[in-house]
């Protein structure tokens, strides 16, 4: 393998450009090749690399022999088919979130990939933000105990424009919890660490998209909800979303609460807050300051230049180039990727059937959602 690392980046879009800058960004990597059928992206991507080897179509992009490993960045719904194409190759993958649309076509993506003789990678960067890598370690190192509850708190700007707004319909994305928040149910499975078994979710379309129209259709993409995750150990999680919240202090805020005590991170300020209970508990004990520890979290500049989400990407990709060059383990297997599409595939059939949905009922019919 080179010492520095080859990429082909399939899909020029928002975030197939993001793996681009992030790429370069990482002395050991360089990008020299890209796909996408779209000819504004094409150009907005010679921006970011004057000069990348541009390809029609995915099979013109396989057919080079200087290619190290692959980013697949194109739209959910293709995931099925180029996912399917690209592991042809044998090449290292990184597929960008969510694994697929529906835990069929996960099914279908992770049987593919069975004994994949190169790193295959969910690209769940959340797990690699600095100060939600940092709650992630405190936890580990016990600074909670065993884990009780996670809290995840999104409150945001709306889905932003996509080429053909096909991000628009659920159809193409699985819908807003698959899109948006299979990062939350794998921070949730990954800080817990247990398996989750039912999903109970309210939620809708109250303010966003609501005079938009395409070819006549409406969009049907929910933009609140409250997603209530119980998991196999007792622990309990729950995502609170809004997409009509530009103005919010902290746009993501995550809280882990256990028996001894609790970590807190809120984005962007960066900031991680351990607490410890005092012991033993007592109804009247009062919040103790000294018990309260501030850890701003330093991020390199760079990572922070070239991304969003406080450098995640750039550090998702230093982990995978460790993974590439059999250094570390694959972090964030199809198998994560799959189970994060099932919690938010129950999540929406929840909101749509107003009831709790059991993990096993996703899992064991998968094919209802073919």
Not at 138 to 147: I, L, Q
Not at 263 to 286: D, K, S
Request: glycine share 8%.
């Amino acid at each position: 393998m080179s010492e520095v690392l080859r990429f082909g980046v399939v899909g020029a879009g928002m975030m197939g450009r993001e793996h681009m800058r992030n790429i370069a960004a990482i002395p050991t990597s360089e990008v020299v090749a890209i796909t996408d059928p779209h000819g504004p992206s094409i150009e907005a991507a010679r921006e970011v690399e004057p000069e990348v080897g541009i390809h029609n179509d995915l099979d013109a992009l396989l057919a080079r022999d200087d290619l190290d490993a692959l980013v697949i960045a194109t739209p959910n719904h293709t995931h099925r088919e180029v996912v399917a194409r690209a592991a042809r190759s044998e090449l290292p993958l990184l597929i960008e979130k969510p694994f697929a649309t529906t835990v069929a076509h996960c099914r279908e993506l992770e049987a593919a990939l069975e004994g994949y003789p190169a790193a295959a990678w969910v690209g769940m960067e959340y797990r690699y933000s600095p100060p939600v890598a940092r709650l992630i370690d405190e936890v580990r190192g016990g600074a909670t105990g065993d884990v009780r509850m996670v809290s995840i708190r999104e409150h945001r700007f709306p889905f932003l424009p996509k080429v053909g707004d096909w991000n628009r319909f659920s159809r193409n994305t699985g819908g807003t919890l698959v899109e948006k928040c299979c990062h939350f149910f794998d921070l949730m499975r990954h800080i817990i660490q247990s398996e989750p078994v039912s999903v109970f979710a309210s939620g809708a379309m109250d303010v966003n998209h609501l005079d938009e129209r395409y070819d006549g259709e409406q969009p049907d993409i929910i933009d609140n909800a409250y997603v209530i995750v119980d998991f196999a150990g007792g622990e309990r999680a729950m995502l609170d979303l809004c997409m009509f919240a530009e103005q919010s202090r902290h746009q993501t805020e995550i809280v882990v609460s256990g028996v001894a005590g609790q970590v807190e991170v809120a984005q962007p300020e960066g900031v991680v807050w351990i607490g410890e209970r005092e012991q033993p508990t007592h109804p009247r004990v009062r919040r103790d300051e000294r018990r309260l520890q501030r850890v701003p979290i330093e991020v390199d500049e760079t990572a922070m230049a070239v991304g969003t989400h406080h450098g995640a990407t750039y550090y998702e990709h230093v982990a995978f180039q460790r993974a590439i060059r059999g250094e570390a383990p694959v972090e964030v297997t199809v198998h994560d990727g799959l189970m994060a599409v099932a919690v938010g595939q129950a999540g929406e059939r929840s909101v749509a059937e107003r009831r709790p949905v059991e993990l096993a009922e996703i899992l064991n019919d998968y094919g209802r959602n073919d």
